[in-house]
């Protein structure tokens, strides 16, 4: 076990040294401007920190942003600023932020690029991988201890260790083992210490709090099992098949079965994929560690974190980050409602999607495939359906996916598989260089990168990602 030969001790020593460093300069502060990222881990993170703020009586503005450019930058100098923390979001802008000359904190987890920034917390400066070993919102976390530390009130803000979990499995960080790993698993212990979290070994399908059991079946899409994801009477026989009643006063979820039913359930659905030739590692992706936020109510998103992160991603993605945020700060009322209204728009964006990728079928290169979707997917999801179409594609592959920015440009995402990245697959590196190459912008993570670059450079783009994943795959 990790945990007995290596609990990342010194690694959280470091991070929360420099986190206590950063706290003593923000606690000083009347006010400061927080500038976060639109996705479920910007928004828990921004969501951890406005809550630390609060209550060390610091005054906030915060700003999301879809990727922190010179034009986010002029944005917030334009606000004159005595502060600004950057959460989930400035590790890979060092030098333009000094350039603007702005009192900063980074509280991030993206590759760093450059140096400069002394209060800077991220994963990758004590050699941790932030894909997979702290998020944003877990850097952000750190952070927010270390200001109830620094306020003679140590352990004060362990509750929001909650908050961390959701945006480290927003950011699909126990994707590559079942499980939170290296420091994520600290944030955990130290929820599970706080009773705000709890974990267990469970179904890792979306909608375990949420939907009748045949609908979850029927949604699953990662992992994808052949002859039960997207067929609802499949989903109805099968469960029938294994002895299981459908509804009791209402359609009953996967939390209204006993233990004995949901053990039915999955060993039944593990014989399912054996049969239909999913691989061991595609098995395990059935069944691995979930994560419980204990404060919220049974039967809603907020309690399970994944469909927690999936609300939030809903409400970012589409230009209502306040809403979000308000979730997080704790708004049950009308915040939620809203936020749960556009949860519904967003499935059903997801589902139109992938339909079209379906549709209009994904065109290969010698190392990449990739897909175009012009101004028919948003440029926020595509990244989310690039990830979703690998039920579907070449896994061997990594998927780059356009779309139609708002400013003109291109976007682009990028999606890896875990097998790939074991491979040698780093898109982080690949687009950074690749867009840097034809005038634009990218970064990101090793399995999951993005960037924007200029309209008419497509082509050339495309040809310097294959050649640049092709030698990271065969070097
Ligand atoms: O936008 P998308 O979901 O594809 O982004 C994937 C990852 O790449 C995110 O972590 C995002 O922060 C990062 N990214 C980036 N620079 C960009 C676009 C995306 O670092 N220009
Ligand atoms: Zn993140």
Redo the contacts with the bound molecule.
């Keep these: 076990m990790e945990t007995e030969n290596h609990g990342f001790g010194e690694e959280l020593a470091t991070l929360s040294r420099i986190s206590e460093r950063a706290a003593e300069l923000i606690r000083h502060q009347k006010e400061v401007v927080v500038a976060s990222?639109v996705d479920a881990d910007g928004l828990t993170s921004a969501g951890i920190i406005s809550a630390a703020l609060d209550r060390a009586n610091v005054e906030r503005e915060t700003l999301f942003f879809k990727?922190l450019d010179l034009s986010a930058l002029e944005t917030i100098a334009d606000l004159g600023p005595d502060l600004v923390i950057f959460t989930d979001l400035g590790s890979?802008m060092q030098s333009e932020i000094l350039e603007m000359d702005l009192l900063a904190v980074v509280a991030d987890h993206?590759r760093p690029q450059g140096s400069g920034i002394d209060h800077h917390i991220n994963p990758h400066l004590v050699g941790l991988d932030g894909a997979t070993h702290l998020s944003g919102s877990g850097s952000t976390f750190l952070l927010a201890r270390a200001l109830a530390k620094a306020a003679g009130r140590a352990g004060k803000n362990d509750d929001l260790s909650g908050l961390a979990i959701v945006g480290a499995v927003g950011d699909l960080q126990d994707m590559a083992s079942g499980k939170l790993l290296g420091l994520n698993r600290r944030v955990l212990e130290i929820g599970v210490e706080a009773e705000v979290l709890s974990f267990a070994r469970d179904l890792k399908l979306f909608g375990k709090q949420t939907r009748p059991v045949f609908k979850m079946l029927e949604f699953s899409s990662d992992p994808y099992i052949p002859g039960l994801s997207g067929d609802e009477d499949a989903c109805i026989a099968f469960l029938k098949e294994q002895g299981i009643r459908l509804r009791g006063e209402r359609w009953r979820r996967w939390i209204d079965m006993n233990a004995e039913e949901k053990a039915k359930i999955a060993s039944g659905l593990v014989r399912r994929g054996l049969r239909a030739g999913l691989s061991n590692a595609q098995l395990e992706r059935v069944v691995g560690e979930v994560y419980n936020l204990l404060t919220e109510q049974e039967g809603t998103e907020l309690r399970d974190a994944s469909e927690y992160s999936t609300l939030l991603n809903a409400t970012a993605r589409y230009g209502h980050s306040g809403v979000g945020l308000s979730v997080c700060l704790g708004d049950r009322g009308r915040a939620l409602d809203e936020a749960r209204r556009l949860l519904n728009e967003h499935r059903q964006n997801l589902v139109n999607g992938l339909k079209l990728v379906k549709d209009e079928g994904i065109v290969p290169l010698t190392y990449l495939q990739y897909f175009d979707a012009g101004d028919r997917i948003l440029e926020t999801i595509v990244?989310i359906v690039a990830g979703m179409s690998f039920q579907t594609a070449d896994r061997r592959k990594p998927i780059l996916a356009f779309a139609w920015s708002e400013d003109g440009r291109l976007k682009v995402?990028a999606r890896g598989t875990q097998d790939l990245v074991r491979s040698g697959l780093n898109l982080a590196e690949a687009i950074s260089k690749a867009a840097e190459k034809v005038g634009g912008?990218?970064?990101?993570?090793n399995v999951?990168?993005?960037?924007?670059i200029p309209l008419e450079a497509k082509d050339e783009f495309l040809e310097e990602m294959d050649a640049l994943v092709g030698l990271q795959l065969r070097s």
């Design positions: 990222h990727q890979g993206h990244g995402s912008v990218g970064g990101g993570h999951a990168a993005g960037a924007t």
